[in-house]
């Protein structure tokens, strides 16, 4: 019990004291640039950013990059895995798809922004862009998740005359969730970065991109590291929902 304790504590205090020791070298360098311009002060920022609590247009850009991401992460993680699963059930297909993950993983971001500015709206590229971006490392994660199944159970399945639908519910699947929550975790806070990154280009309206530019020519630089704390905080909450489903949800592996 006594352990069970003190590792609860020791989880906590480790992550405290890294933040306070961020804090103090954050308000170290403002006080030695002492402009808020350049470098406002965590105090500065931090009331800034509750302040923005308080307005209507906040929370219109913060749930609406937030149905962004979760859009561009439903397409990404759904395509992902359906085209893994018949990748492994069928190896043309993986050797036909798996050329085009290549190239997506080897294109530059800022030429997918681009180019997405160019195909569609400004309020559907941040969804493609993120797909573009996600589904290649989802893929990839699935897929090597379920090659990675027993050859052996494989062969007994075949002998055995187990269906491919039995085979995908008793083998595959329990295969990709125990990677599924790790990989989900990466790419839903990378969504969420791409996201915003994606907007500010787009100036997706309803965005927190969109804030951001404008922050930026205003020269309100406290409003822009308190947008940029919004999208922390949104990342942090993505990540503790996957976390608390891992914990709270038994599956039958």
Not at 64 to 73: D, E, K, P, W, Y
Request: aromatic share 14%; glycine share 6%; hydrophobic share 60%.
């Amino acid at each position: 019990m006594k352990g069970a304790v003190k590792k609860t504590v020791l989880d906590i205090a480790f992550p405290v004291v890294s933040l306070l020791i961020f804090l103090l070298i954050w308000q170290i360098g403002a006080s030695i640039y002492n402009i808020e311009l350049i470098l406002p002060t965590p105090i500065a920022t931090f009331t800034r950013f509750f302040a923005l609590f308080a307005e209507a247009e906040f929370w219109g850009a913060f749930f609406g990059t937030v149905l962004r991401s979760l859009i561009a992460f439903g397409i990404s993680f759904c395509v992902a895995l359906l085209c893994s699963i018949i990748g492994v059930l069928v190896p043309a297909v993986h050797k036909m798809v798996y050329p085009f993950v290549v190239i997506l993983r080897a294109l530059p971001t800022m030429s997918v922004i681009l180019l997405s500015l160019i195909w569609l709206s400004s309020t559907k590229s941040p969804i493609l862009i993120t797909f573009l971006v996600l589904f290649p490392m989802m893929y990839v994660g699935f897929y090597d998740a379920l090659t990675g199944v027993d050859p052996q159970l494989i062969e007994m399945a075949r002998v055995y005359g187990v269906s491919k639908r039995d085979r995908i519910v008793y083998l595959y699947f329990p295969a990709v969730l125990r990677s599924l929550f790790t990989d989900a975790l990466s790419a839903l806070t990378f969504g969420v970065k791409l996201t915003v990154a994606a907007e500010a280009l787009a100036q997706t309206g309803e965005s927190l991109g969109l804030l951001m530019q404008i922050s930026k020519y205003h020269l309100d630089t406290a409003g822009l590291l308190a947008y940029t704390v919004a999208a922390v905080l949104l990342s942090y909450l993505f990540e503790l929902a996957v976390r608390l489903i891992k914990k709270t949800v038994r599956f039958p592996l």
